[in-house]
């Protein structure tokens, strides 16, 4: 399967019937404008009569996900299952584990344990699960201020990220970097960065480091793959089309991942946007741009397979735009007043893990109690976490002036002439340096 | 902005325009400098290039992006020969998109590679500087030392010659300010040569601010600067010139006016002792403070505005430090407090003269001359 079709026209995906109707026609603006006030991010009510109909047909005009067309196609050809078993499982625990994390995450903050800036995941989770759980170790993710999940996706343990944002010194980063800023050079996951749109040219230099390994330090075996993750709102920085442009011009292994849930902060993605349908934006910059269904695990990591196989494969980047939705505020400060209860219900209803459930069951993938046991093991590995963090020390008054710098000659000479790094009682100092 | 460039350059002798507008602005240039018939001459320029040659033919990993260091062989013809030698993977043309290729050098340099980013001029890292604050001097420190970043940002910094307000800012005192970078200001050839190769060994990121009107100057250098491992520390000032009544502080271009201004004034019996910072961060406060107690005076001379400026911080070490041994207020002399004026002769008021450093040592000597309107 190819995004060939996608570089420049979507899929038209034919509702009514099972069979996928491949359609070449350009999507006439006039029919786009006319769908926007059903649109589901749109702080209008939406008409009942939408909802009521078949769950996957509430989708923007004629923008469809590509592995839609596959999944109708498979289906009708033949029985196969997109998931094993142990891949089901393995979904299903990873996507429990940041939900679970993420309401633990409130609570702690809410006692006081957690401070300063905190986002929370809830209701993403396809998004991270369906990505990241196709990569290898020495893949590269790269987030924004909502990285808890993805760290916990790529492999970082709960209890090093849960006693980061405790701020203690067993934290991931010693308790230096804090939610918003998870690094972990073991599962390379690079950040964490606060400002939007920072993360996307960190992304792509480190996809250049994978394509320069290879092609001028001649190690033949790196074809390593960058996954750079941001929002709705980060998708019309500057920064963000500087690099669509250089990946594409250089052909780097990245694929950008958009988790468009709507809303930044309280600014609707319509209300930003001039052109919403983000997906577009690649072929502008001559990438595929694909539009998936965020909300269903199962679609985002079809989709992902393919990105993440041109990556590999060598032939550039590819831009995914992922329709999902958060189910908290933008962070714990935020009292989320801006959007209609009714859009919540919708997506609610559309919960990424109640779905996989369901496919779980109606495949007879998996059954009830196992999947319970997925849920208590869970919650034992986050208790666990939470007691670890708790019990862990705060970080010494030496590491303050840790780690500025790899060589910490750059803290200069002293008033006795030699480095100041070299007296054993620096790190001891008060604050001025 | 390039066409301003490439007007400048014109097609090629980049040195025959550049000479001429550093005859206007410094008239008695080469005169002063005297050398022994055995010293070789180097200028700033090939100091730069080879020393980028070399540490680019001794680790692989070092590569060069920025705009026109390719084929253009370099806005300032630093970078050239090198496209030729290393070819397109290791010097990069990038588009004119600095925070996209700042950051992308930032991301690869997250991977151990050392990339040598060029801003055409340093006001254009203004377009960056959330890379090189944020993702650079940052990293190391909130990933708790998991990820230095070894990387470089280098290029032109300061006035040059009639390019008008947004291409003539010192952005020395802006990134000296900020805890994990590295801020280095060469003078001669030997400064840039040494500094340059110690920066792209550094494993933290380093601010490495050229001037424009010293590329092309020769300075006369010794025979161990031409060896391929010949380095620098950072955090070590240079004394370039010893003398006992007066502290000059200069950096960069001003180094050479200083070292004119303490001619001039040695002719007066003042005998004035240049320091040349090379490192503006880290300061290096021991050699400074050191000479204050020597001489009891300090000026410290600068291009860049005054406010928040590398003298007031000079100023404010020494009275912390050696307060008991100022004979007399520390004067700073710096730019004026305006952006640059495009008209020649403003532009002469609105950048420290020679006749402004010996204005200013005098009246720390108390020699008549009372202090001038401060803008």
Known sequence: MSFSAATTQPLRLNTTAGAAARSNDKVPSSLLMSKTPSFLGSTRKLRPGCVAAKP????????????????????SASTNLLITREEGLELYEDMVLGRAFEDMCAQMYYRGKMFGFVHLYNGQEAVSTGFIKLTKQEDTVVSTYRDHVHSLSKGVPAREVMSELFGKATGCCRGQGGSMHMFSKAHNLIGGFAFIGEGIPVATGAAFSSKYRREVLKQADCDHVTLAFFGDGTANN???????????LWKLPIVFVVENNLWAIGMSHLRATSDPEIWKKGPAFGMPGVHVDGMDVLKVREVAKEAIGRARRGEGPTLVECETYRFRGHSLADPDELRDPAEKAHYAARDPITALKKYIFEHN????????????????????AVEFADE???????????????????????????????DPKFTQGTAKV | MLGIIRQKLGAGSSSATMLGQLQRIRPAASALRSFSSSAKEMTVRDALNSALDEEMSADPKVFLMGEEVGEYQGAYKITKGLLDKYGPERVLDTPITEAGFTGIGVGAAYYGLKPVVEFMTFN????????????????NYMSAGQINVPIVFRGPNGAAAGVGAQHSQCYAAWFAAVPGLKVLAPYSSEDARGLLKAAIRDPDPVVFLENE???????????????????????????????????I???????????????????????????????????????????????????????????????????????????????????????????????????RLAVPQIEDIVRAAKRACYRSVPLAASA
Do not use: W
Request: proline fraction near 5%; glycine fraction near 6%; charge should be negative.
């Open chain 1, 238 to 248: 500057g920064q963000f089309f500087e690099c669509l442009n250089m990946a594409a």
């Open chain 2, 249 to 347: 502080t200069a950096f960069s271009k001003m180094v050479g006016y200083a070292l004119q201004a303490a001619e001039i004034l040695a002719k007066e019996g003042i005998n004035a002792e240049v320091i040349n910072l090379r490192s503006i961060r880290p300061l290096d406060r021991a050699t400074i403070n050191t000479s204050v107690r020597k001489t009891n005076r300090l000026i410290t001379v600068e291009e860049g505005f005054p406010q928040h400026g590398v003298g007031a911080e000079i100023c404010a070490s020494v009275v912390e430090e050696s307060f008991g041994y100022l004979d007399a207020p520390v004067e700073r002399v710096a730019g004026a407090d305006v952006p640059m004026p495009y008209a020649a002769n403003l532009e």
């Open chain 2, 213 to 247: 009107l010293l590329y092309g100057e020769s300075f006369p250098v010794s025979a161990e600067v031409f060896d391929s491992s010949f380095c620098l520390p950072i955090g070590k000032a240079k004394i370039e010139r010893e003398g006992k009544d007066i502290t």
């Open chain 1, 56 to 75: 996957n047909a509430q989708r923007r005009s004629a923008v469809v996900s590509v592995s839609e067309a596959v999944k109708e196609k498979k289906a």
């Open chain 2, 124 to 139: 254009f890292s203004m377009q960056a500087i959330d890379h090189i604050i944020n993702s650079a001097a940052k990293s």
């Open chain 1, 392 to 422: 862990s020390p705060l970080p010494p008054r030496s590491q303050l002036l840790e780690n500025v710098f790899a060589d910490p000659k750059g803290f200069g000479i002293g008033p006795d002439g030699r480095y100041r790094c070299e």
């Open chain 1, 365 to 384: 993938l998996a059954s009830e109690q196992e999947l319970k046991a997925i849920d208590k093991k869970i919650d034992e590995v986050l208790e666990d």
